[in-house]
């Protein structure tokens, strides 16, 4: 008994093609604010609680450093 044959499928791209990747470069934008505008809630949590603590905990650090001496 032979063995079956395989089939193989190849894709490839017209090299007269020039604009492949423009449509999704075009979108990121509106894709962006979409899925920003969807998860409002994960993207404050993740994004803005994050840049908020770090300023806080430095604000916080420079204050006790500058009462440091008083102590």
């Known amino acids: 008994?032979?063995?079956p044959r395989l089939k193989e499928v190849v894709y490839?791209?017209?090299p007269?093609?020039?604009?492949v990747m423009t449509q999704m470069?075009?979108?990121v934008p509106e894709a962006a604010h979409r899925k920003i505008k969807e998860n409002w809630?994960?993207?404050g949590f993740f994004a803005i609680a994050p840049i908020v603590g770090t300023i806080w905990y430095a604000n916080s650090?420079?204050?006790k450093e500058k009462l440091h001496h008083r102590f």
């Open 1 to 3: 008994m032979a063995p």
């Open 12 to 14: 490839t791209l017209s």
């Open 16 to 19: 007269f093609n020039q604009n």
């Open 25 to 27: 470069i075009k979108n």
């Open 41 to 43: 809630i994960d993207a």
């Open 61 to 63: 650090f420079i204050e």
